[in-house]
Structures are given as structure tokens and as C-alpha cells.
């Protein structure tokens, strides 16, 4: 949503709009500075910070693939992944958010396999630093049955689901269908609004609210299952590109409340 705000006016932002929590995008070198390769120094002091200001870094997102099918490849993805754990677990972070990425060739039983033994290879470090890897319904993976496959493979603690809750839709998933899907391994959500415009064959993320993503359906189904976690919202903007953080934050702060009051009132 910032790219180009500091990290301390990130923090000052968080508190204008009620927010209680952030998740950095690791490797686009946003203004903010967390980055992998930030000094232990630095990580104590991004950690004291949040803590001093009662918020909580409650996720890293990172663009690891862990369903690539090239081996040199994905040892690439499982680095960046690796390295985004230890960020994680010095920072009190639990979460480090993962995609499937592109699938490759062959049957889905044997990409499911393949992708669910490169996030077993992360399993004895995710468990030492006491960080949870998250598997996100996005890219080739928005059928969250297909995300299910996965985990339940995996078949560990230290594996759950990021549920975005635009992707499943996109690809005709009512929410009650994802929710019977994953809703007992989701540990975190993604919140972004869209629609297609006339004769659009893909989906333009609008302000909340102005879309046609049903975020209300998710949250009372997650809500009466005792879901705890964090509604995160993820407006991407380029890093030095013309944009209205503020406008976002607002937008997604207010939307929220709305919904959540409407729930409390059902």
C-alpha cells in the first residue's frame, strides 16, 4: 500500500487509521527497509519499535514458488523462503507467506507432491524459529481444494493457508465452498476489492466496496469459527509510482468496520 514510506511513517499511519498490524513485501526494497539482509542490529530495533508502539509485524510476504519444477530454480525460491523465516523469527513474526507459483507440466497429483515435498524441506527450520509457513489461494493455486492437497500432504503444524479471499471467487468459488475447503487450516487473509469492466477478460482492483468480491461472507463463516487472525490489505503499489496510500487505508479501514459491525448486529 506505502512503498514509499518510512518505517516510521508507517507506524504513525497504522495508528491514524486503526490499524494494528503490518505485512512488509520482502525484495521490492520498499522505503520501509525490511529486508532480508538488514543487520541483527536493525532487527532489534525494528522489533522494539513495533512492540514501544503495541503493534505487530504479523506476517512476511515473500514471492517464493515452491511448486517450481526447475530444480536450480527452486532452490532459489527455498533460499528466499529460508531467509524469510529467520527475518520472521527475529522480528516475532509468525507467519512468512508463500505462493505455489506456475505448476509445469504433468499431473496435478505429481505437482501436488512435488510441491508439498519442497515445503517439507522447510519444516525442520520453520519449526526450530517457531515461524509457520503459509500457502496463499493465488497464481495457479486459487482452488482452494488444490491448496488442501497440498497441506494435507505436508501434513504439519508449521504449514497453513493464507486465504486471499479475491481468488477463489475469480475462479467461481462461493465462499462457503472455500471455507469447507480450508477454513479449518487458514491462518491469515488477503483483502482486496474487483470487478471486470465491459469486455474485460481480467479483474481491476477497485477501492472497497465498489467491487464484486464478497468479503462479509468470509469473515461471518471464519468469525463463528473462532478465526483470530489478521484481515490484511493488499493494494499493490509500485514503488515510485503516483498513489493514494492514504485513500487505501481509509477505504479498507472503514469497509472493514462496516462489515465487522454488521456482523455483531446479525
Given amino acids: 500500500v506505502f512503498p514509499d514510506w518510512s518505517l516510521e511513517q508507517i507506524v504513525d499511519k497504522l495508528h491514524s487509521y486503526g490499524y494494528v498490524g503490518l505485512e512488509p513485501r520482502i525484495g521490492w526494497r520498499?522505503?520501509?527497509?525490511?529486508?532480508?539482509?538488514?543487520?541483527?542490529?536493525?532487527?532489534?530495533?525494528?522489533?522494539?519499535?513495533?512492540?514501544?508502539?503495541?503493534?505487530?509485524?504479523?506476517?512476511?510476504?515473500?514471492?517464493?514458488?515452491?511448486?517450481?519444477?526447475?530444480?536450480?530454480?527452486?532452490?532459489?525460491?527455498?533460499?528466499?523462503?529460508?531467509?524469510?523465516?529467520?527475518?520472521?523469527a527475529d522480528l516475532a513474526v509468525p507467519f512468512v507467506r508463500t505462493f505455489g507459483g506456475p505448476r509445469g507440466k504433468g499431473d496435478l497429483r505429481g505437482i501436488v507432491r512435488h510441491t508439498a515435498s519442497a515445503y517439507s524441506r522447510l519444516l525442520e527450520q520453520a519449526h526450530a524459529r517457531g515461524v509457520t509457513l503459509l500457502?496463499?489461494?493465488?497464481?495457479?493455486?486459487?482452488?482452494?481444494?488444490?491448496?488442501?492437497?497440498?497441506?494435507?500432504?505436508?501434513?504439519?503444524?508449521?504449514?497453513?493457508?493464507?486465504?486471499?479471499?479475491?481468488?477463489?471467487?475469480?475462479?467461481?468459488?462461493?465462499?462457503?465452498?472455500?471455507?469447507?475447503?480450508?477454513?479449518?487450516?487458514?491462518?491469515?487473509?488477503?483483502?482486496?476489492?474487483?470487478?471486470?469492466?465491459?469486455?474485460?477478460?481480467?479483474i481491476t482492483t477497485v477501492p472497497m466496496g465498489e467491487g464484486i468480491i464478497d468479503h462479509a461472507t468470509p469473515l461471518r463463516l471464519l468469525q463463528a469459527a473462532g478465526f483470530d487472525g489478521f484481515f490484511s490489505v493488499e493494494v499493490i503499489h509500485r514503488p515510485g509510482t503516483e498513489h493514494d496510500a492514504d485513500g487505501a487505508l481509509a477505504n479498507y479501514a472503514r469497509e472493514f468496520k462496516k462489515i465487522m459491525a454488521g456482523l455483531a448486529a446479525s
Fill in 135 to 202: 500457502m496463499e489461494t493465488h497464481d495457479e493455486w486459487c482452488v482452494s481444494a488444490q491448496v488442501r492437497a497440498v497441506v494435507e500432504l505436508v501434513d504439519s503444524p508449521r504449514l497453513k493457508v493464507l486465504w486471499d479471499i479475491m481468488h477463489p471467487q475469480r475462479f467461481m468459488e462461493r465462499p462457503e465452498e472455500t471455507m469447507r475447503n480450508i477454513g479449518e487450516m487458514t491462518a491469515h487473509l488477503h483483502a482486496h476489492d474487483g470487478r471486470y469492466d465491459a469486455g474485460a477478460q481480467r
Fill in 30 to 88: 520498499h522505503a520501509a527497509g525490511i529486508e532480508p539482509d538488514i543487520s541483527a542490529a536493525r532487527r532489534k530495533e525494528i522489533r522494539s519499535l513495533f512492540e514501544r508502539e503495541n503493534l505487530q509485524i504479523c506476517c512476511i510476504a515473500t514471492g517464493a514458488r515452491l511448486a517450481t519444477a526447475d530444480p536450480s530454480e527452486l532452490d532459489k525460491h527455498l533460499a528466499e523462503a529460508r531467509s524469510a523465516i529467520d527475518l520472521a
